[in-house]
């Protein structure tokens, strides 16, 4: 993958329409009339170029409905190039189009393991526009099947042929927008950094992730200039290349249903438990450790992360960023979002509580601790 990251660098993107002499592109964008100014900014570089079809029948969320969709008018049209412009489930849908244009079966059948991805997708470009995800820089797509979330991904195949960052693009976003995609990042950064999986490399894209959402979301939101939007867009590509090596954890998968059953963005629905769980997994102790490192290693990372935060214990840390978000104008209990009920508490047990998702924190959760949690923010 080649990447262009800086402001202006979007006028990359003629350049390289032209040097691979493409000719006919699936243009992807959401459908906001936020998005309007970006969309036509994209729109009159290509139009010149190329011929070009606009889909924007983007959900909320990906879907597998969503994407046969996309997918049904792609195959109408000869298309050599597949561009996709937006926040990350644009990214996603522009991703999974790519795979399923070239790899034949149900798309169902993909996202459980019945059907293996064997051919590389449709060439394809990704231009984020918010500045949370990081789906420019990872191998992931993510695919809901109803409420259920599920993530195709092959770290071979799955990926951007180019990747245009442009922090000028993100000019426009809402401050709730910036808020909640920069919780995510900020969210990615830290369940990376703490993760089973973790590398030195992934724990230094991850260090610097941490360190300019800290330093630059509450400006980002509030009152943005060009050095706060350009740091936003570097920390959420290395939120998003910490993860792409070693995956999330727990914060990441109780998040699921609390956007799918409950309507919460996604950067949001992560940072509400991200606060507790870092206590929670300072707590680590021989009887929950996962990682095979062992449980110094953890105690280790842990207090390595408080420091990178800029306080000096878990308590604080858990504190300094509950107190980001409600500086950013972002709920931090669940009753303010909608969730008050016994039962909706159940529903985010029964859908986040994945053991397969929670395999990768390094404290084993229960769902006897989840719930604690949940009541805790509630």
């Known amino acids: 993958m080649i990447e262009f990251i800086e402001n202006g660098s979007i006028k990359n993107l003629k350049r390289i329409l032209k040097e691979n002499n ?14 309007q100014g970006n969309v036509d900014k994209i729109q009159f570089i290509i139009e010149n170029e190329c011929k070009f079809f606009h889909f924007n029948d983007i959900a909320p969320t990906p879907t597998v409905e969503g994407i046969k969709k996309a997918l049904n008018l792609f195959k109408k049209g000869n298309y050599d190039l597949i561009l996709a412009m937006g926040g990350g489930s644009v990214l996603d849908i522009g991703k999974s189009v790519s795979i399923f244009s070239t790899n034949k079966g149900e798309i169902k059948d993909f996202l459980l393991k019945k059907l ?68 995510d990042a900020l969210s990615q950064g830290i369940e990376s950094y703490w993760n089973i999986n973790s590398t030195d490399e992934s724990k230094e894209y991850a260090k610097k992730a941490i360190e300019l959402v800290m330093n630059n979301l509450l400006k980002a939101v509030h009152n943005p200039n060009e050095e706060s939007r350009y740091n936003m867009a570097l920390a959420a590509n290395y939120a998003g290349k910490a993860i792409n090596i070693t995956k999330t954890t727990a914060c990441h998968a109780i998040s699921y249903p609390i956007t799918s059953c409950f309507n919460v963005p996604h950067g949001h629905a992560v940072a509400l438990t991200l606060p507790s769980m870092i206590v929670f997994n300072s707590r680590v ?34 504190e300094k960023i509950k107190n980001l978000m409600v500086d950013i ?25 994945n053991p397969d998702r929670v395999k990768n924190n390094p404290r084993l959760l229960t769902e006897t601790q989840l719930r604690k949690i949940l009541e805790e923010i509630r």
Do not use: C, W
Request: hydrophobic share 40%; no cysteine; proline share 4%.
């Open 285 to 318: 102790n021989e009887n929950d450790v996962l990682d095979t490192r062992g449980v110094e290693y953890v105690k280790n990372i842990m207090s390595k992360l408080v420091s990178i935060i800029g306080v000096s214990s878990f308590i604080e840390t858990k």
């Open 22 to 35: 493409f000719e006919n592109i699936f243009y992807i964008t959401g459908n906001s009339p936020l998005e």
């Open 116 to 183: 293996k991805i064997k051919r590389k997708g449709t060439p394809l470009i990704l231009i984020p526009t918010t500045a949370g995800t990081g789906s420019e820089a990872t191998h992931f797509a993510v695919i809901f099947i109803e409420k259920t979330k599920y993530s195709l991904a092959d770290p071979k195949i799955l990926h951007a042929d180019y990747a245009i960052v442009d922090p000028e693009l993100t000019y426009s976003l809402p401050k709730r927008v910036t808020a909640y995609t920069g919780m």
């Open 329 to 353: 104008e972002l709920e931090i209990k669940l009753q303010d979002l909608g969730i008050k009920s016994q039962e909706d508490i159940e529903i985010i047990i029964k859908n986040g509580f």
